[in-house]
Structures are given as C-alpha cells and as structure tokens.
C-alpha cells in the first residue's frame, strides 16, 4: 500500500531554518501531485504547499510565500519543504499527502488528497 513518512521536524528559533522531507512508496510518486499542509493546537488543517507531478508547477499560501519552498526529487520519491525565516505562528504539525488522482496540478483541498503521513512537529519559540 501507499505509504508516506514524513521527517526534519524539529525545534527553532525565530527566524531559522527547517527542512522537511516526505518519503513515499507503494505508488509511481512521479504521476501524482504533492501536497504539504499543517495543523496547529485547537484549528482546522490547512493547505500550505502544493506541487504538480513533474514538479514543474508549484501553489503556496499567502502566509508562506516568499519563505517557503516546495520541492520533489521524482527519481528519489521524495518530496521536500524547505522553510526559512520562520515564525512562532509557523507552529504545527506537518503533514504531507498525495493526490488521489493521476497528473494533475497540486491542489489546495484536503479531500483531494488520499493518503497522508503521520505528520512532523515543527515548533518556533519567539
């Protein structure tokens, strides 16, 4: 079965760098967009990342732009988020999914999505 584990969570100051990695099995990784998305304590999941198939076409939300950086190396079935100048409200835990569908562009719903990590920690003290 598909399976996603996610890893490079951790603790930082405001302002520092983290950068998450998303390996994945069980499906041609290169034929579906990804997708990162983050929860903190007490609030809905919420889209933060998207990338299509080929990882040619990439989506962030507003909050992110400029900070964050989405990428996926297909030949290792991996998919990344580079995240720097961070801040307390950066706060949550991350999760990476896949698409439930085949070649399209990376979506920004999470009922798009089908399979999931177990998510990452990511804490930013101030």
């Known amino acids: 079965q598909v399976q996603l584990v996610e890893s490079g969570g951790g603790l930082v100051q405001a302002g520092g760098s983290l950068r998450l990695s998303c390996a994945a099995s069980?499906?041609?990784?290169?034929?579906?967009?990804m997708g990162w998305f983050r929860q903190a304590p007490g609030k809905e999941r919420e889209f933060v990342a998207a990338?299509?198939?080929?990882?040619?076409?990439?989506d962030y939300v507003d909050s992110v732009k400029g900070r964050f950086t989405i990428s996926r190396d297909n030949a290792k079935s991996t998919l990344y988020l580079q995240m720097n100048s961070l801040k307390p409200e950066d706060t949550a835990v991350y999760y990476c999914?896949?698409?439930?569908?085949?070649?399209?562009?990376?979506?920004?719903?999470?009922?798009?999505?089908?399979?999931w990590g177990q998510g990452t920690q990511v804490t930013v003290s101030s």
């Open positions: 069980g499906r041609t990784f290169s034929s579906y967009a």
């Open positions: 990338i299509n198939w080929s990882g040619g076409s990439t």
């Open positions: 999914a896949t698409d439930s569908r085949r070649l399209r562009f990376g979506r920004r719903n999470l009922y798009d999505y089908d399979v």
